[in-house]
């Protein structure tokens, strides 16, 4: 019988054993005891694992373990398709790398500033984790220097290829040294993702990771679709829930802050758990939230790696994790030892392919909840007001008070009632018993017999993924970005540019449209005011967007159609025409080999002579409109 694998005998340094051991962590996943012995003797890796089997840890701990911490140059470089990943990655880089000197970690990602990002590159990081975009800029601008690159990951390479990067993944890849270590890590196969592989990965050692169910019966699970609310809405959920002691998950470490402290107004007993914390804070913070001096605690995941608290009944997803065991690790800090457990979900409009994953990954069923209402909390503040006065009851001065109330409904000639009901009024002021409604506007669609329905219904999703179908009634609006065709622009470089500055899942960016000068594309309806003016400053091909919302007529018209393809980009130039030609993509090219010009739709008519008049039209607004549409 061979002996199970640790993390002592993966031949990992000691300093990282010591960073591994403190974080909680107790023995290699599946595809961690796989990947560490491969990636230790530098070969290349192709790991096929659904998101969420650990293999963050699987290629950082290993790659981290050969890096020369004398060289103050680039040595790993990791993509993900969305800056919230990167993030997540180089923190776990970060506390893996907690006692090894002289490491640096920086992520390089749309959205944050160039300086910043400048500056921690001049002092030298050894391991970078950038989404394609971003790199692209600093590899353009000569502002980062690979040719000292030992290691190249792919992450989720997959969903890089659905978001449309996999050619700027291609363009960076052909900048890096020819002699380095390749990883790639998908959770499917498609044939662009193998052939990357066959070209770029030398000998690859294949891991296969099936993934099992991992949560638990003692768990209840729900999700709430959240709204711009959700502040308000953890509040209302951790009043209205019974539970000893909770925690809330988010995804970064100010978040962390900022939450606790929005709580703590509110009245509870909450405080931050994050990587920024030293040992010490971290561990007084975990004592307190045992002895009871402390009910919450606003958690990322790989603060709470390893915490076990017997109190812990209720777990919140304030922010849903992108990736899938990363949640089942959230969930399964309630629920032990045969205790119950409840995890809640907070899920947006643009996450509930995430929540899919999740399902998928789990194979559970996650539940629908309604925000609870303000009915359900009036009653829990109300019990708590009666314990409260059941409790001042044994007051050693309950007869003194007794005495002065008695008085004051004399002077006053008030009933018992009206006086109760007077010093009631005085004494929930900082804490109301009447609570209002929150308002949520929900966006319904009706079915053609009248009926209504959630109008991104999971099933309706599905078949559109499978069978391409338009989805003509989702409300969207048409947006002005500042950029365009004399600027260098592809479709490509807005979809990621949107995807990854707000968080916007590439399935719901609708029509895209580039023009000489300018390019329009369509989102959903009500996008926060403070996601559009952050849309100001974020630049794409060295160029600031200046998103405005369209007010041409035209624009809006196309806007409310919710002119979208599922199932995958397609440009309206590409297919096969009725006299058997072929349109060509974006390029432009035309099978007599000549070069087609893109035109604005204000400018002439030039077309060549031998082409009949009507044709000629059809075609130039064929031309003149790349329109591209996303599952």
């Known amino acids: 019988m061979s002996e199970p694998v640790t993390f002592e005998s993966l031949d990992l340094s000691p300093a990282i054993l010591k960073a591994v051991e403190e974080l909680g962590y107790q023995s290699p996943s599946e595809i961690q005891a796989q990947c560490i012995p491969l990636l230790l003797e530098r070969k290349d890796v192709l790991g096929l694992a659904q998101t969420g089997t650990g293999k963050t ?57 160039y300086g910043v990002q400048l500056s921690a590159l001049r002092r030298g990081a050894q391991i970078i984790v950038a989404t394609p975009g971003r790199l692209i800029d600093h590899i353009n601008r000569k502002t980062i220097d690979l040719s000292n690159l030992n290691a190249l990951v792919l992450d989720e390479a997959d969903e890089m290829l659905r978001m449309g990067f996999i050619d700027d993944v291609e363009n960076i890849m052909e900048k890096t040294p020819e002699e380095k270590q390749t990883c790639l890590f998908s959770a499917t196969m498609p044939k662009q993702i193998q052939s990357i592989c066959s070209k770029y990965l030398d000998n690859a050692e294949q891991v296969k990771i099936t993934p099992r169910n991992s949560t638990v019966d003692t768990i209840e699970q729900v999700y709430w679709r959240a709204t711009t609310h959700k502040n308000k809405a953890i509040v209302r959920f951790l009043e ?11 995804r970064t470490r100010n978040d962390t802050v900022q939450l606790a402290e929005l709580l703590e107004r509110e009245g509870f007993s909450a405080a931050p758990l994050n990587g920024d914390m030293n040992q010490q804070a971290r561990e007084r913070t975990v004592e307190r939230l045992k002895s009871g001096l402390l009910d919450i605690v606003i958690a990322t995941d790989v603060a709470a790696r390893g915490l076990d608290v017997d109190r812990l009944s209720l777990v919140i997803n304030y ?51 309604e925000l609870p209402s303000a009915k359900i909390v009036e009653q829990k503040r109300i019990e708590a007001l009666q314990n409260k006065l059941s409790m001042s009851l044994d007051h050693k001065d309950i007869e003194f008070f007794s005495e002065v109330a008695q008085g004051l409904g004399e002077k006053l000639e008030l009933s018992q009632e009206q006086l109760a009901a007077a010093l009631l009024c005085l004494a929930q002021q900082q804490s109301p018993l009447k609570v209002e409604e929150i308002k949520v506007q929900q966006r319904e669609r009706r079915d053609r017999d009248g009926n209504r329905g959630d109008r991104r219904d999971d099933r309706r999703g599905e078949r559109g993924d499978r069978k391409g179908r338009r989805n003509s009634s989702a409300p969207m609006d048409t947006y002005r970005i500042e950029v365009g065709r004399e600027h260098g622009v592809q479709v490509k470089n807005i979809v990621g540019a949107i995807a990854n500055e707000a968080d916007i899942s590439s399935k719901f960016i609708g029509e895209i449209r580039l023009f000489d000068e300018h390019s329009t594309v369509q989102l959903p309806q009500d996008m926060p005011a403070e996601t559009l003016t952050h849309f100001q400053g974020v630049h794409i091909c060295q160029r600031p967007m200046k998103m405005t919302k369209s007010t041409h007529p035209a624009d809006q018209a196309r806007g409310n159609g919710g002119n979208r393809r599922e199932g995958g980009r397609r440009f309206e130039e590409r297919g096969e025409r009725r006299d058997g030609g072929r349109r060509f993509e974006e390029r432009g090219e035309r099978r007599d080999g000549g070069k087609r010009s893109f035109r604005d739709p204000r400018s002439d008519k030039r077309r060549d002579g031998n082409r009949d008049g009507n044709r000629d039209n059809r075609r130039k607004n064929s031309n003149e409109r790349n329109e591209i549409n996303f599952s």
């Not at 790993?76 to 923190?91: G, M």
């Not at 776990?92 to 500033?113: C, D, M």
């Not at 065991?325 to 119950?340: D, L, N, W």
Request: proline share 3%; net charge neutral; glycine share 6%.
């Open 57 to 113: 840890a699987a290629f950082a701990l290993p790659l981290l373990n050969n890096v020369d911490a004398s060289v103050k140059q680039p040595q790993i470089l990791v993509l993900t398709p969305t800056r919230e990943l990167a993030l997540q990655v180089a923190e776990a880089f970060e506390q893996y790398a907690k006692y090894t000197r002289g490491v640096e970690v920086l992520a390089l990602y749309g959205g944050q500033s």
């Open 240 to 250: 209205a829930e019974d539970y000893d002691a909770s925690i809330v998950f988010v």
């Open 319 to 369: 922010d849903i994790p992108q990736d899938s065991e990363a949640y089942v690790h959230r969930i399964g800090r309630t629920g032990r030892a045969g205790r119950k457990g409840k995890a809640i979900l907070f899920v947006k409009g643009n996450e509930r392919y995430l929540l899919r994953n999740i399902m998928r990954h789990t194979r559970s069923d996650i539940e629908q909840v």
